[in-house]
């Protein structure tokens, strides 16, 4: 679904991400760790076209998104892509329910009654009804974060990319959250995040470790294993090495 | 220092924009401020300096026909509060028999008169302010023609009449504490007496002027009564020494009231836009100010770091305005410089504009200190945490139908959630507005040919003025065979002035102006009441209502032929011809005491007005002929001439003013919403949408302000320039507009000045990139 084929990023002077080739399939949920200033967020923008690369390219289905102009960016990001931040950026003059709906509005694919009824699933399914005309400041932090991923899911995207989803959550969020994502790549939606929480990545199927801009590591999870045990092991390796 | 000065230098680096846009307004600010007081100081100067050597009347009686030589010198020798008095002999000569390079002066209303330099007091200076000199064949010219005809020393002067032609050479301009400015009707040359002598056996009437300088602390209003009392030559104009210096004031002064004017709502416009900028910065700094706050940095020592950046604003642009307002007060006060000079007391425009600015640099600093000292007041933790104390600026919702228009719901919808933020702009939006259009609509109104009601007379075309003359009579009766089969002419009405004498509020008789004919022709539009009907019945000018202290349905005595008839009061009217003070009441005056016959003229449709004023001046060669429009913008020549230079600058400064708020709140705004661009730039919005979504909102304040502004230009500018002309005999002025320039040109020009701006100014949106805003 995308290949990422040797790209790098120099931002003034300093090479950010260095030759960095991977692919992520459909259905795929890949997690990107790392400590921190090692260029993952970087490495998660400059694959969904948020960000410019300096080299090679990010070819989207067969589309080199790396060549797209700005508004042809814009609206690849609106059809194709959901995304998802650690501080739920919203809208403050939107409800919660209008901020869900807003893309879908947007991308005018659908009816808004359409759009509507949709995001009325979606929040029921994130068990988060009843929040829908508040204001963004008078919800919690996890219900914020699910509103979050509802807005992201609402134009039914290829691909959902999550930048530290729970970095701002407590325990009880943010067992909410990795269930409904676990639950999403369940019915096939392909997901990539960047975290630094190791419960967060053992959701994923595939983890890559980038350090100092690289991919230093990668670890792709056998059925039937205990990914976290798995996981500590494998990051154990990188911090001996650090 | 040099620490706090890095930082200042590293801020002015990251806020570039936004520091020279301050910077720009408070510089404009400090120039208007000083520029202002600069034009009040050498105004103040100049007519102190001018009064100081030229020793004005503190009593002028104007007065045609012969008087009782020795009654008049009895009354002077049994007053003793009269310190000096004077006779001037001024020789009225026709403005057709005076030719001035090789062009008559027909067309001025300006009544022209010959006099010789003064003895004792009420000098004619020349342009050094030293009492001016003529030898046999020189002439001296009233400063006026200056700057209306561009006389020039050298230049001749030919007085015409019959046979006799006299040729006067130009060796001097003439500075006249009485009757310099345009507003004073009358206006003395300087001529020797051998010539004087001479030309008075030729051509011209006499009309005398009594002055009077009084002793110190007499009162006028002493004179007056007394003067009048014992019957003293009286039937022309009056003016007392305070009458005079109001009428300098205004002609000069109004530049001066106008710019301070500007500069005070530039200066609240700055403010609330530093305030807004200090804000905006102080909230972003929250954290910072928090960090130094804990490590035991005082109150004191955090605002010294902060205010030290609007410091040194406030000195750059109070030595930039000083320094530039040199050249721009006098370039405002060329005008009250040719007419009065220098002056005695040049040290006023440094020291009131000084003064100026340090008030502008110290209200300023005032505003910085408490916005500051609010800001500080957060605890450690509340600012830590980013605490805002600000209420919720609540929710718009999206329309249920669909985003059709996307960028204009959007846009809409965080306006009016946002609105107050706008405020600011919105006020330098509506002041653009008014400032164009104000001045604009003054013109228009004058221009339009209904300004004739101000005028005391109804809509017409041609003005014929038959005076000055023995044969008065015949004259109007020529004119009146001649308009009665000329076939070009539609209508016309003749009407008699002559003086006579009414009862004041304080039972003293006073000598008004009269005018009498038949008021249905040229219906005139009354402030109350109704024209006078039979021959009981008087109407007033506003001025002389309100110094009669009468009303509708008052009643008044009046003596005509030593006489008392009452009459009422039918209503008054508005009138700003001679000084204001005019009646209307069917009172026929014998022939001899007919001041002058004025016959309004309309002409048929298709008939040019040029064509025909030069057609009846050729035949009606001893009247004075004059088009309406024109008659018009030379009585107010001193109010407009001022007003065009105000236009112009009035509209450069609101087109910068508006060019520079909407850069500098897009700056601001665009900081401030850095966040909400990221979202939207993630969701899919393109910059482009961005840039569309704030120039709505731009767009949608402005069209408010503008509305607003042009009502306001209507509204109050019918109140202010009923102000500006009520000393002048005009209260209630109704705007007439221009509709094409006011309510579509102009808001268009403004908007397409914004639009430009804001294509430029949103450019700014593509530098907040999602990365660096997400991952902040």
């Known amino acids: 679904m995308i290949k990422v084929e040797q790209i790098s990023k120099t931002f003034k002077d300093t090479l950010v991400l260095e030759d960095i080739s991977f692919e992520i399939k459909k259905g795929e949920f890949v997690a990107v760790m790392g400590p921190s200033g090692s260029g993952k967020s970087t490495l998660l923008y400059s694959i969904s076209g948020m960000d410019s690369i300096s080299e090679g390219g990010v070819l989207f289905e067969g589309t080199n998104i790396s060549k797209l102009n700005e508004n042809e960016l814009s609206k690849f990001r609106l059809n194709k892509m959901g995304f998802v931040f650690q501080n739920a950026q919203m809208l403050k003059n939107l409800s919660i329910f209008d901020n869900i709906t807003l893309p879908g509005l947007v991308a005018n694919k659908e009816t808004a009654e359409d759009i509507r009824e949709r995001a009325a699933k979606l929040m029921k399914r994130m068990e988060i009804e009843g929040i829908e005309e508040r204001d963004i400041r008078e919800v919690s932090g996890g219900q914020l974060q699910r509103a979050s991923i509802c807005r992201a899911m609402i134009n039914n995207p290829d691909i959902l990319f999550l930048d530290e989803p729970t970095g701002a959550l407590n325990s009880g969020a943010t067992d909410q959250v990795l269930s409904i994502l676990e639950d999403l790549n369940r019915d096939g939606m392909t997901i990539m995040t960047v975290t630094h929480d190791p419960r967060v990545a053992s959701k994923a199927r595939k983890v890559l470790y980038i350090q100092d801009g690289k991919i230093a590591g990668c670890k792709e999870f056998q059925k039937g294993v205990d990914r976290e045990r798995e996981l500590e092991e494998w990051l154990i390796g990188f911090q001996k090495k650090a | 220092m040099k620490l706090l000065l890095k930082l200042v230098q590293k801020d002015f680096k990251r806020n570039k924009v936004i520091t020279t846009a301050l910077a720009i307004f408070l510089i404009l600010s400090a120039i208007f401020m000083a520029g202002g007081l600069r034009v009040a100081g050498i105004m103040s100067s100049s007519m102190k300096g001018l009064n100081e050597l030229a020793v004005p009347p503190d009593y002028l009686q104007m007065h045609k026909g012969t008087y009782d030589e020795d009654a008049y010198q009895n009354f002077i020798e049994t007053h003793d509060y009269i310190k000096d008095s004077l006779i001037v002999k001024m020789l009225n000569i026709r403005n057709s028999n005076i030719i001035i390079n090789g062009k008559t002066l027909e067309k001025y209303l300006m009544e022209n008169g010959f006099v010789v330099q003064n003895e004792g007091f009420d000098f004619l200076l020349n342009t050094e302010n030293q009492i001016a000199v003529v030898e046999k064949g020189e002439v001296g010219v009233p400063v006026y023609y200056v700057e209306e005809l561009g006389v020039e020393v050298g230049d001749t002067i030919t007085l015409q009449e019959g046979d006799y032609s006299k040729e006067l050479t130009v060796t001097t301009i003439i500075r006249d504490s009485t009757m310099n400015t345009a507003l004073a009707t009358s206006k003395r040359f300087l001529i020797s007496q051998a ?63 106008i710019i301070i004017a500007i500069s005070f709502l530039l200066i ?137 228009h996307r960028n204009l719901t959007i846009a809409l919808g965080e306006l009016k959630c946002k609105w107050k933020e706008y405020f600011v702009i919105f006020l330098v939006f509506v002041f653009s507005s008014f400032l164009i259009l104000f001045p604009m609509n003054m013109r228009s109104t004058v221009n339009n040919p209904s300004f004739m009601t101000y005028m005391g007379v109804g809509e017409c075309d041609i003005r014929i003025d038959i005076q000055y003359n023995e044969n008065l009579m015949e004259q109007k009766e020529a004119a009146q065979t001649y308009l009665e ?256 320039t006011a309510y579509l040109i102009c808001p268009v020009a403004q908007l397409l000045v914004v639009f430009l701006t804001v294509m430029v100014g949103t450019k700014v949106v593509r530098k907040y990139h999602i990365r660096n805003q997400i991952m902040e």
């Open chain 2, 195 to 257: 010539d004087h002598d001479e030309i008075s056996l030729h051509m011209g009437k006499y009309e005398y002027l009594f002055e009077f300088l009084l002793e110190d602390g007499t009162s006028t209003s002493v004179l007056e009564a007394d003067y009048k009392d014992a019957k003293m030559p009286s039937n022309g104009v009056v003016l007392s020494g305070k009458a005079i210096t109001l009428i300098n004031a205004f002609s000069y002064g109004l530049i001066a009231y």
């Open chain 2, 268 to 404: 609240m416009i700055a403010v609330l836009c530093l305030s807004y900028i200090i804000r905006a910065t102080m909230a972003e700094e929250n954290y910072t100010i928090g960090e130094m706050k804990a490590i035991g940095f005082s109150g004191k020592a955090i605002e010294k770091l902060y205010q030290i950046k609007y410091i040194m604003l406030i000195v750059v642009a109070v030595v930039i305005g000083y320094l530039a307002a040199i050249p721009f007060g006098n370039f405002f006060s060329s005008s009250v410089i040719l007419y009065c000079g220098n002056g005695v007391r040049e040290w006023m425009k440094w020291v009131f504009s000084f003064i100026g600015v340090i008030l502008l640099g110290l209200i300023v600093m005032h505003r910085c200190h408490r916005i500051m000292r609010k800001n500080l007041k957060s605890t450690v933790m509340e600012l830590m945490r980013g605490e805002e104390k600000k209420k919720k600026e609540g929710h718009y919702s999206l329309p249920s139908a669909g985003l059709k």
């Open chain 2, 485 to 740: 089969n000329d076939s070009e002419i539609e209508t016309y009405a003749i009407y008699q002035n002559g003086y006579v004498e009414i009862k004041n509020a304080d039972g003293e008789f006073v000598d008004i102006r009269v005018q009498s004919g038949d008021e249905s022709i040229f219906p005139l539009e009354y402030l109350n009441g109704s024209a006078p009907a039979g021959s009981q019945e008087i109407a007033l000018s506003y001025l002389n209502a309100n110094e009669l202290g009468k009303k509708v349905g008052d009643s008044i005595t009046i003596v005509y032929k030593e006489e008392e008839h009452p009459f009422i009061v039918s209503g008054i009217y508005q009138d700003i011809t001679y000084g204001g003070m005019t009646a209307k009441a069917g009172i026929y005056f014998d022939v001899e005491d007919v001041e002058v016959y004025i016959i309004y003229v309309d002409v048929k449709d298709g008939v040019s007005f040029d064509k025909k004023t030069d057609e009846l001046r050729s035949i009606l060669s001893d009247s004075k002929i004059t088009q309406i429009n024109e008659f018009i913008s030379q009585t107010l020549v001193g109010v407009m001439d001022n007003m065009s230079l105000v236009e112009g600058a009035s509209i450069s400064i609101s087109i910068v003013l508006s060019m520079l708020i909407t850069v500098l709140f897009l700056q601001l705004i665009t900081a401030k919403e850095h966040s909400a661009i990221a979202i939207k730039k993630a969701i899919g919005f393109t910059n482009r949408d961005l840039r569309i979504q704030f120039g709505i909102r731009i767009l949608v304040i402005q069209v408010i302000a503008i509305f607003i502004g042009t009502l306001l230009s209507k509204f109050l500018g019918e109140i202010i320039f009923g102000f500006m002309l009520s000393s002048m005999g005009a209260s209630k002025i109704t705007m007439l507009i221009n509709p094409i």
